[in-house]
């Protein structure tokens, strides 16, 4: 798979965490396309960054292209 993130969101990934788990792998195809998404994985694989890393992906889009508004985008629960 390449790397769908945006260099500066891939380049923090990389550094702070290395390479991704194997849960992170399989789980990233389906959240670029837009699917429901289930990745059932131990505790401390990766699954919460799996998915959240996509909504930080879209802030430091929206932030480089001068379209981050001052108001909540992600809902975390």
Known sequence: MAIPFHPVVWR???????????PQELGWESIAQG???????????????????WSIDRLVRRA??????????????
């Open 64 to 77: 480089i292209a001068g379209g981050l508004e001052e108001k909540s985008s992600v809902l975390y629960i």
């Open 12 to 22: 923090w990934f990389s550094r702070r965490f290395g390479n991704p788990t194997p």
């Open 35 to 53: 699917k429901d998404t289930l990745i059932a994985a131990p505790t401390g694989s990766g699954k919460t960054l799996a998915a959240f890393l």
